[in-house]
């Protein structure tokens, strides 16, 4: 026994694979591809970091630095090599009012106690709950998540010496739709001609090369801000070391902590899907906590796993570390030597990837199934989609979850039922054969089988087909047992599986204190103690 623990013990504290390559191999194509698919995924990471840091409120070099450093350290440490991560619009929406009532130093603060947290949730191996989450809530995340990456493209659609308040003129829309038009099309065709160049990259730079050349005046990266900056330094965050500070960033960072996991976790698990590949989710907290505390301190404002940037990724080939870790670098690279060049790209190009993002990412199939599903699936796909796009990302799971779970509760209160006959082994004896599981949804139900003045003086209760769950059906068992006591009446329990007897001898039902847990060869009947729940 001491050695089996010990041997479940140190399986739990393996090393994680933290290899660059995984099982793909090295080969100059293999690491020309990764490096490629890196490029491609920097090139569409600087306009969302700037973007979503206009949203929290803050600098984009705050917004730069964070896609930097935490999609750096997630693609050297994370538990999926191939996922993208960075500042992410979850988030920022989460830190607009932290940055609004207390100062960007306050955000800081939260994003390091933010990482902290994850880093606990990793530690503790609750992100092995994310297989809680049904499959129906996955279509749904990923059907929302894909219409908020296409209305966030719309914003590029607004002329920025308006502030981003007006729409571009007649004829400035008409280019601007064109050359969208143009990328897609290049995405779409290129792989049909040549697999060396990423699709998403030859479409980002055939198009800004035609741009550049003909000198159309249309939005480019440089018109929403300026990318160029240094080095990101190590910065304490300033606010007060106190409970008082605790108070005001606790909140946010639970949150944004969160929020954080939630996303990345289920990215985990579609990109899991596409490349066939099992990925290590307590891994993935612990490596995103460490890549917010480390944010934190230098000055970025935090991020998860990007669905989108993760898309491109693994559609433009991306298997293993390296592109991570080369999206990362390139970023960099783009901020403290290559802003000039950066900043020429137009935005229609890299509108027209996303867009390709969003067309690869919506679950087209969910459309067809609707009808063939249950109800209540398909209920749920809907309703997770909408709540996605109306509010976040973290509530729709949950809302997505909690409907899940009471339908399946519902589901299983139904089943639960009885079939009675006379006692082979018992003379005049009524046996009550239960089905289904006993819990709080079919409590009520299953108090109501039994016939308490028309039954004979002995009853045996039968939980073969059943199993006994919860403190409701504890409180279910003794009712039944008292309402036959108060009758005159006694009544044993037969067949209690292992987890039901000990349940039952925990709260002190029974009254046999036996070790026997008879594998349905010997029946051991058990007797019924009262009063031990109370009625209320």
């Given at each position: 026994?001491?050695?089996?623990?010990?041997?479940?013990?140190?399986?739990?504290?393996?090393?994680?694979?933290?290899?660059?390559?995984?099982?793909?191999g090295?080969s100059?194509?293999?690491?020309?591809?990764?490096?490629?698919?890196?490029?491609?995924?920097?090139?569409a990471?600087v306009?969302?970091?700037?973007?979503?840091?206009?949203?929290?409120?803050?600098?984009?070099?705050?917004?730069?630095?964070?896609?930097?450093?935490?999609?750096?350290?997630?693609?050297?440490?994370?538990?999926?090599?191939?996922?993208?991560?960075g500042?992410?619009?979850?988030?920022?929406?989460?830190?607009?009012?932290l940055?609004?009532?207390?100062?960007?130093?306050?955000?800081?603060?939260?994003?390091?106690?933010?990482?902290?947290?994850?880093?606990?949730?990793?530690?503790?191996?609750?992100?092995?709950?994310?297989?809680?989450?049904?499959?129906?809530?996955?279509?749904?995340?990923?059907?929302?998540?894909?219409?908020?990456?296409?209305?966030?493209?719309?914003?590029?659609?607004?002329?920025?010496?308006?502030g981003?308040?007006?729409?571009?003129?007649?004829?400035?829309?008409?280019?601007?739709l064109?050359?969208?038009?143009l990328?897609?099309?290049?995405?779409?065709?290129?792989?049909?001609?040549?697999?060396?160049?990423?699709?998403?990259?030859?479409?980002?730079?055939?198009?800004a090369?035609?741009?550049?050349?003909?000198?159309?005046?249309?939005?480019?990266?440089?018109d929403?801000?300026s990318?160029?900056?240094?080095?990101?330094?190590?910065?304490?965050?300033?606010?007060?070391?106190?409970?008082?500070?605790?108070?005001i960033?606790?909140?946010?960072?639970?949150?944004?902590?969160?929020?954080?996991?939630?996303?990345?976790?289920?990215?985990?698990?579609?990109?899991?899907?596409?490349?066939?590949?099992?990925?290590?989710?307590?891994?993935?907290?612990?490596?995103?906590g460490?890549?917010?505390?480390?944010?934190?301190?230098?000055?970025?404002m935090?991020?998860?796993?990007?669905?989108?940037?993760?898309?491109?990724?693994?559609?433009?080939?991306?298997?293993?570390?390296?592109?991570?870790?080369?999206?990362?670098?390139?970023?960099?690279?783009?901020?403290?030597?290559?802003?000039?060049?950066?900043?020429q790209?137009?935005?229609?190009?890299?509108?027209?990837?996303?867009?390709?993002?969003?067309?690869?990412?919506?679950?087209?199939?969910?459309?067809?199934?609707?009808?063939?599903v249950?109800l209540?699936?398909?209920?749920?796909?809907v309703?997770?989609?909408?709540?996605?796009?109306?509010?976040?990302?973290?509530?729709?799971?949950?809302?997505?979850v909690?409907?899940?779970?009471?339908?399946?509760?519902?589901?299983?209160?139904?089943?639960?039922?009885?079939?009675?006959?006379?006692?082979?082994?018992?003379?005049?004896?009524?046996?009550?054969?239960?089905?289904?599981?006993?819990?709080f949804?079919?409590?009520?139900?299953?108090?109501?089988?039994?016939?308490f003045?028309?039954?004979?003086?002995?009853?045996?209760?039968?939980?073969?087909e059943?199993?006994v769950?919860d403190?409701?059906?504890?409180?279910?068992?003794?009712?039944?047992?008292?309402?036959?006591?108060?009758a005159?009446?006694k009544?044993?329990?037969?067949?209690?599986?292992?987890?039901?007897?000990?349940?039952?001898?925990?709260?002190?039902h029974?009254?046999?204190?036996?070790?026997?847990?008879?594998?349905?060869?010997?029946?051991?009947?058990?007797?019924?103690?009262?009063g031990?729940?109370?009625?209320?």
């Amino acid at each position: 026994m001491k050695r089996a623990a010990l041997a479940n013990f140190a399986k739990n504290i393996s090393p994680p694979n933290l290899s660059i390559m995984q099982d793909e191999g090295w080969s100059v194509s293999r690491v020309r591809t990764e490096l490629l698919s890196g490029l491609t995924v920097a090139l569409a990471l600087v306009p969302e970091a700037v973007a979503f840091a206009f949203v929290a409120g803050v600098h984009p070099l705050v917004g730069l630095y964070a896609a930097f450093m935490v999609g750096l350290i997630t693609a050297l440490f994370g538990g999926r090599p191939g996922m993208i991560s960075g500042a992410t619009g979850a988030l920022a929406v989460v830190m607009v009012a932290l940055v609004a009532d207390h100062g960007v130093e306050y955000l800081f603060a939260t994003v390091v106690l933010m990482g902290i947290l994850q880093i606990i949730a990793g530690v503790m191996q609750w992100g092995k709950f994310i297989r809680l989450v049904p499959h129906p809530v996955m279509l749904g995340f990923v059907n929302g998540l894909a219409i908020v990456i296409f209305l966030a493209q719309l914003t590029q659609f607004k002329d920025p010496a308006s502030g981003g308040s007006e729409w571009l003129s007649s004829g400035s829309m008409l280019l601007m739709l064109g050359l969208v038009a143009l990328t897609m099309v290049i995405i779409w065709a290129t792989p049909k001609i040549t697999t060396i160049i990423p699709a998403p990259l030859a479409g980002i730079g055939i198009v800004a090369i035609l741009v550049i050349v003909l000198g159309l005046e249309v939005p480019r990266v440089g018109d929403m801000a300026s990318i160029e900056g240094g080095l990101p330094l190590f910065h304490i965050p300033m606010v007060p070391l106190n409970f008082e500070t605790f108070e005001i960033i606790l909140p946010y960072a639970v949150i944004l902590a969160a929020i954080g996991l939630i996303e990345s976790l289920l990215t985990l698990n579609l990109v899991g899907e596409i490349t066939g590949k099992r990925g290590g989710a307590s891994q993935e907290c612990m490596a995103q906590g460490a890549s917010n505390i480390v944010t934190g301190f230098f000055g970025g404002m935090g991020g998860c796993a990007m669905i989108g940037q993760s898309m491109i990724n693994v559609k433009s080939g991306g298997r293993t570390r390296i592109a991570g870790i080369a999206a990362a670098l390139f970023l960099l690279l783009f901020i403290v030597a290559a802003s000039p060049l950066i900043e020429q790209i137009p935005l229609a190009a890299l509108v027209g990837v996303m867009f390709m993002v969003v067309i690869g990412t919506f679950a087209w199939n969910s459309l067809k199934i609707m009808t063939k599903v249950p109800l209540t699936d398909a209920f749920v796909i809907v309703l997770v989609t909408v709540v996605t796009v109306l509010t976040d990302l973290a509530i729709a799971v949950v809302v997505g979850v909690i409907v899940s779970a009471l339908a399946y509760a519902w589901n299983n209160a139904r089943r639960i039922h009885a079939v009675t006959r006379d006692s082979l082994t018992d003379k005049g004896a009524k046996v009550y054969e239960i089905h289904g599981p006993l819990f709080f949804g079919s409590s009520d139900g299953f108090v109501e089988i039994f016939d308490f003045s028309g039954d004979p003086e002995s009853v045996i209760i039968d939980f073969k087909e059943s199993r006994v769950v919860d403190q409701s059906a504890l409180q279910a068992i003794e009712a039944v047992a008292a309402k036959y006591e108060a009758a005159g009446k006694k009544i044993a329990l037969r067949h209690l599986t292992r987890d039901c007897h000990q349940l039952l001898t925990r709260a002190g039902h029974l009254v046999v204190d036996s070790s026997d847990d008879p594998e349905y060869g010997v029946a051991v009947d058990y007797g019924v103690r009262t009063g031990i729940l109370g009625g209320h």
